[in-house]
């Protein structure tokens, strides 16, 4: 029921991934964002990324925080509590939001596509290093036996 999906993505490869996933408009900085948004997900985590968010809502707006790239980030509070924001913390979850995932590609209404194929466990360490160094084409590391 979201109107208008806009993503914020420094990797080309995965901008396009997310117009091709059904986002309306994908961006390589945060310069080109323009604030008045009602909700915003930071899955990134990093610092910038979550003082962008909250510059980026509207009064009342919800900023949902699920990255954990960086452990602590000052935020302006008094643009949060002013501005009326929420302000959540999401990680992890439950059986039923598996179930319901495993459903939805099972049915085609989800899918990412375009992934790499499952890395041994050994090559763990090398492909979270490159991940680290900064935006690659890959969506998603999966590590297997």
């Not at 995965?14 to 309306?24: D, F, I, Q, S």
């Not at 949060?80 to 590609?105: C, E, M, P």
């Amino acid at each position: 029921g979201i109107e208008l999906v806009t993503v914020l993505e420094r990797h080309p490869t995965r901008r396009e991934h997310a117009l091709r996933l059904g986002a309306n408009e994908a961006f390589a900085t945060g310069d080109e964002l323009k604030p008045g948004v009602d909700l915003v997900v930071d899955a990134a985590g990093a610092d910038a990324t979550r003082q962008l968010a909250i510059e980026l809502l509207n009064p009342a707006g919800t900023a949902v925080f699920i990255g954990l790239y960086d452990d602590q980030t000052p935020l302006p509070w008094h643009t949060v509590i002013r501005g009326n924001h929420t302000v959540k913390g999401v990680f992890g979850y439950s059986d039923r939001d598996f179930q319901q995932a495993l459903d939805w590609l099972a049915e085609g209404r989800a899918g990412i596509g375009d992934l790499k194929g499952i890395l041994p466990l050994g090559e763990g360490p090398s492909a979270f290093a490159t991940l680290a160094e900064g935006p690659t084409a890959d969506i998603k590391v999966f590590l297997g036996a």
